[in-house]
């Protein structure tokens, strides 16, 4: 059982890596994050994937055995709308994305349209059922003007059993076919989805630690922003990858278990 007070007020937990991989819990997360909230600490997690809504994220940590809200959950997607909510409020969409992302979008009060003359705002993220036709409309919307933002940059998205097709790739043939750039990508390591975590948690990031198992995107993300982070070796980079870095996270620690 842990002892002592938590030394932060607030805590951000990246997911597959870090509180589970695959479809069970890293061993000491569901003790870590009682403990935490026993404390009275706030917990919010991220995940860079925009291929499922968060409730689906919530759902399988409660599954697992942590209780979780679907408001405790931040992910890209989330980002992406509190970027949108404040730079494009009430404009149309049209989304290059999956079926759950469109449907999360709509929920949050969005208009996406595949009109081009109606289109004000292109939104690229993954999209396993790409087609010329939708990066045409893209295309043409994109010449016509449209504001051009992503959910994420990252060259594969994992998933079990391999990779979907990259948002970068998307991102790239929009902007060598039209000569725009992406304006705003939200997800990992941007500091938007830091911004929507630290607003949920209620706490400054001065009082906030990020824990994660990926020095390019977590620890990066971290440090920018100016918070202490914890890299957690139960995910995907090795102590070896570590020593050759610039990156220099706050703590090393063996798994979730060791969080201060």
């Not at 069970?24 to 404390?39: C, Q, V």
């Not at 942590?66 to 890209?76: G, K």
């Amino acid at each position: 059982m842990r002892r002592g007070e938590p030394r932060y007020q607030g805590y951000i937990f990246d997911l597959d890596g870090t509180t589970y991989l695959g479809e069970r819990l890293i061993p000491g997360a569901k003790e870590t994050i009682s403990w935490l909230r026993a404390s009275g600490r706030r917990v919010v997690f991220l995940s860079n994937k925009p291929l499922e809504p968060r409730t689906n994220y919530a759902a399988k940590l409660s599954r697992l055995g942590i209780p979780t809200t679907p408001e405790d959950v931040i992910t890209s997607v989330q980002a992406l709308i509190f970027y949108l909510r404040q730079h494009h409020p009430g404009e149309r969409l049209y989304v290059i994305g999956e079926k759950p992302l469109l449907e999360e979008l709509r929920a949050e009060g969005f208009a996406l349209t595949e009109k081009i003359e109606d289109i004000q705002v292109v939104v690229a993220a993954f999209d396993r059922t790409l087609t010329y036709a939708k990066l045409n409309i893209a295309h043409q919307a994109l010449v016509r003007g449209a504001h051009f933002v992503a959910t994420n940059a990252d060259r594969t998205c994992p998933v079990e059993g391999g990779a979907i097709p990259d948002c970068a790739g998307v991102i790239a043939f929009l902007e060598a076919t039209t000569g725009r750039q992406v304006e705003c990508i939200a997800g990992k390591p941007s500091p938007l989805i830091l911004e929507a975590a630290l607003k949920r948690l209620g706490v400054g990031k001065e009082d906030c630690l990020m824990v994660g198992d990926r020095l390019a995107t977590d620890m990066r993300m971290g440090i920018s922003a100016g918070m202490d982070t914890a890299l957690v070796l139960t995910g995907v980079t090795s102590p070896e990858e570590l020593a050759k870095s610039e990156l220099k996270p706050t703590y090393v620690l063996k798994s979730i278990a060791e969080v201060p």
